[in-house]
């Protein structure tokens, strides 16, 4: 079937990518599914910061590639062999596929599936296929890669039935999407790798969608939250998600705030050495974010002994999506997780080069793509 979809051209264009222009928003070929794959409609897509982390060339991905991880969508036809899920339903598309069977598949989370990281690094489905094709001016049909398994950009996708989780229908599409990867990422930082006691203080170093999104799982779980980021706006958001208190990082530091479990979700050195100092003694500090692969961190090797510390790497906050998802959703429905005040803005698909730029500028929470 003929889609429309935002495809990345090229990883080397220079910011503003508003003047650059990386992607082609146009129309694809999207063949239809395979044994144990779905063709899912998509409702709504968040910008992540992972997708712009291969437009700006720091996650090395195959290209061009149809982007897009964070979607949420109605089923509208099953491959042979799926039987649990049907036409019809509402899936939260997650960018992490599992097998279920692999070594990293049975560490519980803590390790992604290894047949799943090796399709998305390929810019495969799961299965080992490509379903996007585009015909170029001479009239030969050429591959276009899947993002992580989803590629969300679009109006539809085909996806491998272990990249969905079902979801009931009163989970709107737009909440439904961000359970996919800023909560499946940030609130699994807190519940799977922090793991903070009952009422215990947590701190959130980065607060973009994935640090906003442990932050309110934190104090939905009844945390005492403090929030830190060097921007000022996102310290009043902060507070009025329920933080008891928000600094900026210098700030922290002079108030010699501490707390067991410390989440840097910012994904910069600067910021995992922040996380670090907030810690306390014995306690544990989670880094979710994703620096650039040279990135370095100055690490003082003797507080970590004399201070009892841990530090933990949380790759996509440790997630078992069908296992934490049904878990998120119990939460939003209780009312104690407000997702809905992390999409910061709509944009339409055609704009999706302006997103990245505003993005990268440290801007918004969750832009939200609309079809
Ligand atoms: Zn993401
Ligand atoms: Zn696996």
């Not at 979801?167 to 359970?179: H, K, N, Q, S, Y």
């Not at 479990?261 to 050195?269: H, L, N, P, R, T």
Request: glycine letters at 12%; hydrophobic letters at 45%.
């Amino acid at each position: 079937m003929q889609i429309v979809g935002a495809v990345l051209e090229r990883t080397d264009a220079p910011a503003p990518f508003a003047a650059s222009r990386p992607f082609t928003v146009g129309a694809l070929e999207l063949d239809p599914p395979s044994a144990g794959e779905l063709l899912v409609r998509i409702e709504a897509a968040g910008v992540c910061h992972s997708d712009l982390s291969v437009v700006d060339g720091n996650r090395v991905r195959p290209t061009p590639m149809l982007l897009g991880h964070e979607a949420a969508g109605i089923v509208e036809q099953v491959g042979d062999g799926v039987t649990d899920v049907a036409p019809g339903d509402r899936v939260v598309m997650t960018f992490l596929p599992r097998c279920g069977s692999c070594a990293g598949c049975r560490t519980d989370g803590r390790l992604p599936c290894e047949v799943g990281t090796a399709a998305n690094n390929a810019g495969t489905l799961v299965g080992g296929g490509i379903r996007l094709h585009r015909t170029d001016a001479a009239g030969v049909a050429r591959a276009v890669h899947h993002h992580l398994g989803v590629s969300a950009f679009a109006s539809h996708a085909v996806v491998s039935r272990t990249s969905v989780v079902p979801v009931a229908e009163d989970v709107p599409a737009e909440i439904a999407a961000l359970l996919g990867c800023a909560v499946l990422t940030g609130g699994g930082a807190v519940i799977n790798a922090g793991r903070p006691d009952p009422g215990a203080r947590v701190i959130v170093v980065g607060l973009g969608g994935v640090g906003m999104a442990a932050l309110l799982v934190a104090v939905a779980l009844g945390h005492e939250v403090i929030g830190v980021d060097a921007v000022p706006a996102k310290l009043d958001l902060a507070t009025e998600l329920g933080a008891a208190d928000a600094f900026g990082p210098a700030e922290a530091a002079e108030r010699g705030i501490r707390a067991p479990v410390v989440i840097e979700a910012a994904g910069s050195a600067r910021a995992f050495e922040t996380a670090l100092d907030l810690t306390a003694p014995g306690g544990t500090t989670v880094t979710v974010g994703l620096p650039a692969p040279d990135a370095r961190a100055s690490v003082s090797p003797l507080r970590l002994t004399a201070e009892a510390r841990t530090v933990v790497g949380s790759y996509l906050g440790s997630a078992v999506p069908s296992r934490d998802i049904p878990r998120y959703v119990e939460l939003w429905r209780s009312g104690r997780l407000p997702l809905e005040r992390l999409v910061s803005s709509r944009i339409p698909l055609g704009r999706i080069d302006e997103a990245m730029d505003r993005l990268a500028g440290g801007g918004g929470l969750r832009q939200r793509i609309t079809f």
